[in-house]
């Protein structure tokens, strides 16, 4: 079953057109990943997806529902059960791992606030950040912070997360933790996810299905392993190169 089903979606910035004829889906329970190289359109389908921006034509569905259509209340209440990791954080500077993870049930939900506490615990538990509670995200490093808001993005056990670039910044060895991590938490809370990355070892290591991207459109949609046979240049010497880089 489809959780997320984008069809003939065209988008951009002004006059400027990004995203030409999008067709894609991603499964439920599965990982998907959305690549291809700089300025494909990867992080401009997932703000259309999101209503981050407004697409020009075509069609969203979300958990069967169509999203363009949505007035803001409707679509505020299916972004409940929704989840962003957004690619630098997102973390606000001014106040502590608790009290950011703390603000999607604070917006969301009535929940007293010893109640509260003891689900931000849970939550960084499940990203091994317990120990981080009370800091504050400048005295984290790039991998923690990532983890930080990680978990706030699950704060509110969302069915489905969207991670923009997870592994941006970070070196090998935390990246490969990150990637592990999504992977763990997929299988133990059963969430659908969609990445957004160009980071190849990072897509060989989680991505049960690939949506290659290229000048706006979709080349390629399938397994990693038959993107890696599958007789198209561009994608073969993506993987070939960005292994290589590695």
């Keep these: 079953m489809s959780i997320v089903s984008v069809t003939h979606l065209e988008a951009g910035y002004e006059d400027t057109p990004v995203l030409r004829d999008v067709s894609m889906t991603a499964e439920e329970g ?45 679509f505020n209440q299916l972004l ?14 001014s106040i502590t791992i608790a009290e950011n993870v703390a ?6 939900t009535r929940l007293p606030a010893p109640v509260r506490d003891h689900l931000i615990r849970i939550k960084l538990a499940l990203v091994e950040l317990e120990e981080a509670i009370d800091k504050l995200p400048s005295e984290l490093s790039g991998g923690m912070r990532k ?7 699950m704060a509110l056990d969302p069915d489905l997360l969207f991670c923009d670039e997870p592994s941006a910044g ?12 999504i ?57 070939r190169e960005g292994v290589k880089d590695y």
């Design 103 to 108: 603000i999607p049930l604070e917006q969301h």
């Design 183 to 239: 992977c763990r938490l997929r299988d133990q809370l059963g969430m659908s996810v969609i990445v957004i990355t160009h980071h190849v070892p990072s897509i060989i290591r989680t991505a049960d299905k690939i949506v290659y991207l290229s000048d706006g459109g979709v080349l390629f949609s399938g397994t990693v392993k038959e993107a890696r046979s599958s007789g198209i240049e561009q994608i073969e010497r993506f993987f």
């Design 170 to 181: 970070l070196d090998p060895v935390t990246a490969a933790g990150l990637d592990n991590l």
């Design 80 to 93: 409940k059960r929704v989840g962003v990791l957004f690619q630098n954080g997102a973390l606000l500077n």
């Design 147 to 153: 983890r930080a808001a990680l978990a706030r993005a």
């Design 30 to 74: 599965a990982i998907t990943a959305v690549l291809g190289t700089s300025g494909c359109g990867k992080s401009t389908l997932l703000k259309n997806i999101i209503r981050l921006n407004d697409a020009w034509s075509g069609s969203v569905r979300m958990f069967d529902e169509e999203v363009m259509v949505m007035d803001e209340p409707e």
